[in-house]
């Protein structure tokens, strides 16, 4: 059974930072794209950034580029998503996201070609 948990979330005032967490079980984040979306009250769900199956590659939304770091820790079979300079419009829930195996190594801003998906660790920013 495939789960993913994510943690790290929490209430941050503007320009702080956090790391959120996303343990993975009965699924391995190597050799298969991953990625973090969010969602804000009142809007669609959007690609925030993503990671390649063997960790070389990664890709960012222009409204987190050079804000938001995303990596992976192979051995905790741990995606993470290092969030800096926080700003108001980053107030959403976040979601990590996996691919099967069968879609292909490399990560996509399309939601409908990840399988796996966490439940969300809410992120709050304050004035």
């Known amino acids: 059974q495939v789960q993913l948990v994510e943690s790290g979330g929490g209430l941050v005032r503007a320009g702080g930072s956090l790391t959120l967490s996303c343990a993975a079980s009965?699924?391995?984040?190597?050799?298969?794209?991953s990625g973090w979306f969010r969602q804000a009250p009142g809007k669609e769900r959007e690609f925030v950034a993503g990671?390649?199956?063997?960790?070389?590659?990664?890709g960012y939304s222009d409204a987190v580029k050079g804000r938001f770091t995303i990596s992976r820790d192979n051995d905790k079979n741990t995606l993470y998503l290092q969030m800096n300079s926080l700003k108001l419009e980053d107030t959403a829930l976040y979601y990590c996201?996996?691919?099967?195996?069968?879609?292909?190594?490399?990560?996509?801003?399309?939601?409908?070609?990840?399988?796996?998906w966490g439940q969300g660790t809410q992120v709050t920013v304050s004035s």
């Open positions: 996201a996996a691919r099967r195996l069968i879609d292909g190594t490399s990560w996509s801003m399309r939601q409908v070609e990840y399988t796996y």
């Open positions: 009965g699924v391995a984040f190597t050799a298969r794209g």
């Open positions: 990671i390649i199956g063997n960790g070389e590659t990664t």
